[in-house]
C-alpha cells in the first residue's frame, strides 16, 4: 500500500468513536475537514466553534437539534441507495445528533461568516449527469454554490460512479492560476453491483500528479479512504469492474464567493468535445430521492 501524507486509509484517523477524523490542522492545511462516525445510543453533543458544517446521513435516520430547531433527516439505508436530506449547521452553534446505529458524514469548514441553520429535504436536492459514454456519472449537487447558497465557505457534492466507468474526468484542478484556490477532500465508499450495500472487498483507481511531476500518484482506494487534494489535477477516478464508485467531495478556499471552478489538464481538455454527440451510461441517474433509479437495476 503507498504511504502518502495526502492518502488517508479508512480507519487511519479514527479516535474510537469516528472512523474519519480530520480536521484543517490534521489536513496540513487551512479550511477543509471532515469526520464521519455512527451515532451511538444517546446521540451525540457538539459545537461547531470556527467551523460551518453539513449533516449528511451516509446509512440511518438522523435527528438535528440546533438552535430551537429540530430537523428529522429520513436519511437512506446506503448512499448507493438514494439521495438524502441534509441539514446545515452555522458558526458557533450548539447541536446534538441522535439515531442510534446511524452513519453520519460531517463536512466542514473554517469559516467567519454566520449563516441559519437549514433543513434541505431529498426532493429539493439537484441532481446532475456528467460526461458520456464510459465517462457518465452522477453529480448529486447537494450543497454546490449553485444550488445552495446559505453558507459562508463549505462546498460538498456527492459522485456516483457505475461500475466501470471513469470520473473526475478530465483531470482538472482548483489550484495555482485558476479562478479560485480551493482544498478538497475525496470520501470514498465502494459498493457491489446488484446490491445497494458496501463492498469491502471492492475498489477503485484514484490519480493526483502535478505539471512538475513532484505529485504523480496513482492510488488503489478502499472503502472508507480519503485523498486530500492539496494541488495540482486530480482525476480520473476509476470504478473497477462490478465496484460502482461513491465520493463525497469536500471544498472550502479563501475567495471572497463560494466557487467550484476548475481548470482542465490542457493535454486532455478535448476529451470534453468527444462527449457532445455520445449518448450518456443508462445507468445514470443511479439514484434520485425516492430511491435506486430505474435505470441502475
Known amino acids: 500500500m503507498i504511504s502518502h501524507p495526502w492518502y488517508v486509509p479508512a480507519g487511519s484517523t479514527g479516535d474510537g468513536t469516528s472512523s474519519v477524523v480530520i480536521d484543517a490542522k490534521r489536513a496540513g492545511w487551512a479550511y477543509c475537514g471532515l469526520t464521519v462516525r455512527t451515532l451511538p445510543d444517546g446521540g451525540i453533543t457538539f459545537t461547531t466553534g470556527g467551523t460551518e458544517q453539513a449533516v449528511l446521513p451516509l446509512s440511518g ?3 438535528v437539534e440546533v438552535e430551537g430547531h429540530r430537523f428529522a433527516l429520513a436519511g437512506r439505508d446506503s448512499v448507493f441507495s438514494a439521495v438524502t436530506d441534509w441539514a446545515y449547521l452555522p458558526l458557533d452553534a450548539e447541536v446534538r445528533l441522535s439515531g442510534p446505529g446511524s452513519e453520519v458524514a460531517l ?3 473554517v469559516a ?3 449563516f441559519d441553520p437549514v433543513m434541505i429535504p431529498a426532493a429539493d436536492v439537484s441532481i446532475e449527469v456528467r460526461g458520456a459514454g464510459g465517462a457518465t456519472r452522477q453529480v448529486t449537487n447537494f450543497m454546490s454554490p449553485e444550488a445552495f447558497d446559505g453558507a459562508d ?3 460538498c457534492v456527492e459522485l456516483l460512479t457505475p461500475s466501470g466507468n471513469w470520473s473526475s474526468y478530465p483531470p482538472h484542478r482548483h489550484d495555482a492560476d485558476c479562478p479560485v484556490n480551493n482544498e478538497e477532500i475525496y470520501y470514498f465508499r465502494i459498493g457491489r453491483d446488484g446490491t445497494t450495500t458496501y463492498e469491502p472487498a471492492g475498489f477503485g483507481l484514484h490519480r493526483t500528479y502535478t505539471d512538475d511531476g513532484e505529485v504523480d500518484l496513482d492510488l488503489h482506494v478502499a472503502d472508507g479512504d480519503v485523498f486530500l487534494v492539496h494541488r495540482g489535477y486530480h482525476g480520473p477516478c476509476v470504478a473497477a469492474p462490478g465496484y460502482p464508485l461513491y465520493y463525497l467531495n469536500v471544498l472550502a478556499g479563501p475567495g471572497a464567493e463560494r466557487s467550484m471552478a476548475f481548470c482542465d489538464d490542457p493535454t486532455h481538455h478535448w476529451v470534453r468535445e ?4 455520445m449518448p450518456t451510461d443508462p445507468r445514470c441517474p443511479m439514484t434520485g ?3 435506486l433509479h430505474m435505470a441502475a437495476t
Open 153 to 155: 465557505k463549505l462546498m
Open 274 to 277: 468527444s462527449w457532445v454527440d
Open 107 to 109: 463536512p466542514s469548514a
Open 61 to 63: 435516520p438522523v435527528t
Open 112 to 114: 467567519t461568516g454566520r
Open 289 to 291: 430521492p425516492t430511491g
